[in-house]
């Protein structure tokens, strides 16, 4: 689910990035992508490419897109790094586990832009969403079915409402389940391949499934857990142009001269804002935990049996 707004939210970017670059047509900056796999074949990833390269035609600017491929269950800091160091990219985005696990290399050399906001919220929250009416409580979920495209969410979800034991352990039985596009997640409940399945709720507000009248499933816990998408830029960027990159973000959503690109706000139901040292600091909190307490390992073993 990530990818599908996170390409918006790209195109936005390079968009208002060339904005700031308006006087220096010889400026020449690429955004990198990561899209997991099948998404570049979808008509997004091209469309967002043609978008790109008309707004560069347009502006006299050299803006271009690089999209970072991998599979789910993959190291994407390490591919993002791979592009970053070999100066194959200029700016990506992080989600803030992934921002919070370069941290933890101790290196510095990426400079946070922004962020957006996704259903209104910076540090997103994971949860359990259920067959309406069919559970009442976390505990009735002992022994039933989970599935999900991520693990360590719910297995941090379970610990902080006072549960600390693996996802097989808890759940009878766990399974991988693809969430991009969310509708694929959600038809595996209504089907009663399992009982519960975890996903971000932002997402899930932005679907917009949540408002349907006959919506047959309602989430039972939820935590907050992973900061929306970070832009980040190389830190051999000029700060002057950082910093005016960042100011025709924070302005965009009430600029009239991105008037045609105020849907993918409305789809997402966010906006630019600054990324708080705090939020930042609450994600880190988390990662740290996973790592102490061998989440990560867990994780991996959870994709290398169920993955397909």
């Known amino acids: 689910m990530r990818i599908n707004v996170a390409i918006v ?29 099948g998404m570049e074949n ?12 008309v707004v560069g035609d347009k502006l006299g600017v050299k803006a271009e897109t690089k999209l970072i491929i991998y599979e789910q269950g993959d190291d994407i800091l390490k591919k993002v790094l791979s592009e970053v160091d070999s100066k194959k990219v200029d700016i990506t985005l992080l ?16 400079i ?28 009735e979920l002992r022994g039933k079915k989970w599935a999900g495209a991520s693990y360590r969410p719910t297995r941090y979800l379970l610990y902080k409402k006072g549960i ?22 959600v038809k595996g409940l209504e089907e ?9 709720d932002s997402f899930v507000k932005i679907s917009g499934m949540m408002t349907k009248k006959d919506v047959f499933f309602e989430p039972l816990v939820c935590e907050k857990y992973d900061h929306s998408w970070i832009f980040v830029a190389r830190k051999e960027i000029p700060a002057a142009t950082i910093e005016q990159f ?4 924070m302005g965009a959503a009430k600029d009239p001269d991105f008037g045609k690109f105020q849907f993918a706000f409305q789809m997402v139901a966010g906006k630019f804002q600054p990324v708080k040292a ?16 061998g989440w990560r390992k867990e994780e991996n073993a959870f994709f290398k049996k169920y993955k397909p």
Do not use: H, M, W
């Open 42 to 53: 979808t008509q997004l990833a091209p469309l967002f490419q043609e978008l790109v390269k």
């Open 192 to 200: 009663k391949q399992y009982d519960a399945f975890a996903s971000y």
């Open 112 to 139: 946070p832009i922004a962020t957006l906001s996704a259903a209104g919220q910076a540090v997103l929250s994971n949860c359990l969403y259920v067959r309406k009416g069919e559970f009442k409580s976390l505990q």
């Open 9 to 37: 939210l790209a195109a936005l970017t390079v968009f208002f990035f060339g904005c700031a670059k308006q006087a220096g047509a010889q400026a020449r900056y690429t955004v990198g992508i990561p899209v997991v796999a």
């Open 95 to 110: 989600f803030g586990q992934e921002y919070s696990e370069f941290q933890a290399t101790g290196r510095t050399d990426l």
């Open 164 to 185: 600390d034991e693996p996802l097989d352990k808890f759940f009878g039985s766990i399974d991988y389940a693809n969430d991009s596009p969310i509708t694929l997640i």
């Open 278 to 293: 705090d939020d930042v600091k609450f994600v880190r909190q988390i990662f740290d935990l996973g790592i102490k307490s």
């Open 246 to 249: 960042r100011k025709v973000l």
